[in-house]
């Protein structure tokens, strides 16, 4: 088998890596739970390459993530539910019917505005449409949040919901509200700690997290972004560490987390 240019030769390769007796050990012992947090990965690895400017590294982040829809579809191919062109054919449909304006009426000269409110109003007739077909049961209650997609990184959903929450009202009218229950929050993560239950830990840390987004919110930050910086600034930090230590003919391995924490102060200084 050779490399190709045919979307053909991919949905060929993982046929054969999931083909039982041949293929591959691994994928074949995967499914679509086991293989979502890939995909979720693949995805921040576009968006990381596009945020260094490297269309290279975002051609073959590409790769990964076709390669993750391919291999959902070949999954559920093997179920007998759909196939891969039964998602190229779904999402084809769906964006010829949400582009009326440049499918179905060539003369139609419409603003960057009407074409968002004409999307915003096929979106909801599409979701009435799923709505319709799903049993009785499933559709009984339907939620303020129902809205917000579950598939989403645990972050930006926390935001989501949160955003969604307040449009009723159901929300804090002071960002310093929010600090307090922040308070409230380390207090119970404290509680969990001395009564040693790992689970309850878990559950107050989630608690945190989510207050964390709220104040995030309050504030005007993205969340996300927010933590992208954080994450930078951990790496430079310790990164001088690294530096400081190797300049005294040192590694990180025999340096005290006194000395280390030290060096760390003295980068956020030179900051």
Known sequence: MRPSRDISGLLDIMAALRTPGSGCPWDLEQNFSTIAPYTIEEAYEVTDAIARGDLDDLRDELGDLLLQVVFHARMAEEQHAFSFGDVVEAITRKMIRRHPHVF???????????????????????????????????????????????????????????????????????PRAVLQKIREEADEIEAALDQGSADELAAETGDLLFTVVNLARHAGADPEVALRGANAKFERRFGYIERALEAQGRSLDGASLAEMDALWNEAKAKE
């Open 104 to 174: 179905a009426d060539k003369d139609g000269k419409l603003t960057p505005s009407h074409v968002k409110e004409a999307w915003d109003r096929i979106k909801a007739e599409e979701k009435a449409e799923r709505a319709a077909r799903r049993p009785p049961e499933a559709s009984a209650h339907t939620s303020l949040l129902s809205s917000v997609k579950a598939g989403q990184p645990a972050l930006p959903r926390a935001l989501a919901l949160q955003r969604k929450a307040s449009t009723v009202g159901f929300d804090w009218n002071d």
